[in-house]
């Protein structure tokens, strides 16, 4: 019989343990791309690398629509990213956190970001206020 992950237990699972040992000891970009070539299909990385671009568009403002249409992604996919984002564990808002001021965030809108919370404007969006936690 196939495991299954479930909600209440998937942390626990010992394979799923396991994958994160495996992801923590890759020490390079090229050796995390390596593994993750050798266990997921190029559908899998395709999908996984979507997911974060809908995410990171989001995180910019961009209405669902506007990131279907510039990711492909349905807007199916990007409303179930953008709940993981609001309701989830915490990675994707962590992720941007750490990496706002990186390569993954426009210096644009970061500042715009930053200029509006000094000036008291609301975020655009109930996402970005999310993120601004």
């Known amino acids: ?5 479930i909600e209440d ?4 699972e010992p394979w799923f343990k396991q994958l994160c040992t495996a992801f923590l000891t890759n020490k390079s970009e090229t050796d995390l791309a390596n593994f993750l070539r050798d266990v997921a ?9 979507e997911r974060l671009e809908v995410a990171r568009l989001l995180a910019k403002g961009l209405s669902y629509r506007e ?3 510039l990711t492909g992604a349905s807007t199916t996919t990007v409303t179930r990213v953008a709940k993981s984002i609001e309701n989830g564990e915490g990675g994707y808002r962590k992720f941007f ?15 715009a970001a930053e200029k509006a919370k000094d000036e008291g404007v609301k975020p655009a969006t109930v996402l970005q206020k999310y993120l601004q936690k």
């Open 1 to 5: 019989m196939k495991r299954r992950f």
């Open 9 to 12: 237990s998937w942390r626990k």
């Open 41 to 49: 299909t190029l559908s899998e990385l395709q999908a996984f690398s």
């Open 67 to 69: 990131v279907a249409r």
């Open 97 to 111: 956190n750490v990496h706002r001021h990186h390569r993954m965030m426009v210096k644009e809108a970061v500042s």
